[in-house]
């Protein structure tokens, strides 16, 4: 079992920043993939950045250049640099663990960005 907190989220100014950061607990295994995805009201769960525990990273061509993925293999815990952000990267932001097939969420970080 592995418990993800979020934390971080809230309102800020188009142009401003965030920090999301997820810390894991519980059985944390090795090659592991944490993402960040959002959901924005009325549309689906989307990815927008995944790093393994080797440091591969993937990032939507959306946020490219504006958000930057990171974590902390020691402290189990992933980041989210979130800058230039926009009224469009409003939504809540979900943290996900996935390793041999199994995959674990995060309770959610809300994220507003006001024009």
């Known amino acids: 079992q592995v418990h993800l907190v979020e934390s971080g989220g809230g309102l800020v100014q188009a142009g401003g920043s965030l920090r999301l950061s997820c810390a894991a607990s519980g059985t944390i295994f090795s090659g592991n993939t944490m993402a960040w995805y959002r959901q924005a009201p009325g549309k689906q769960r989307g990815l927008v950045a995944a790093?393994?525990?080797?440091?591969?990273?993937n990032v939507v061509d959306s946020v490219k250049g504006r958000f930057t993925i990171s974590r902390d293999n020691a402290k189990n815990t992933v980041y989210l640099q979130m800058n230039s952000l926009k009224p469009e990267d409003t939504a809540v932001y979900y943290c996900?663990?996935?390793?041999?097939?199994?995959?674990?969420w995060g309770q959610g970080a809300q994220v507003t960005v006001s024009s």
């Open positions: 996900r663990y996935s390793v041999l097939g199994y995959e674990y």
């Open positions: 790093i393994t525990s080797g440091g591969n990273i």
